[in-house]
């Protein structure tokens, strides 16, 4: 019997279906501008090649710095800070609650 497949989207097709399609994917969401400590989520969207590992999907992080043409997102897993540098494409801006 064979092994099976443990790859990043093993197991994770339902999650493929809206987000991965190149076509949709306009121009502003490719030259889109954040600043330090701003709110983003993280949508994966476009190519499979540079997409942030699916155990991040829909979450709220801050971004910390740029690098390139990406950022460096901090985001809560768990009881720990992971810090991920995910492209533009993948970012969305998150409105800020007031108390």
Not at 67 to 95: I, Q
């Amino acid at each position: 019997m064979s092994k099976r497949s443990t790859g990043l989207f093993s197991g994770r097709s339902r999650h493929l279906a809206r987000h991965h399609r190149p076509s949709s994917l306009s121009i502003n969401a490719l030259i889109k501008e954040f600043n330090i400590g701003d709110k983003v989520a993280i949508v994966p969207k476009g190519s499979f090649r540079d997409i942030p590992h699916p155990r991040y999907r829909g979450k709220i992080g801050t971004v910390t710095e740029r690098r390139g043409s990406a950022y460096v997102v901090s985001v809560r897993n768990m009881r720990s800070m992971k810090t991920l540098v995910v492209p533009t494409r993948h970012l969305e801006k998150v409105a800020v609650q007031s108390k």
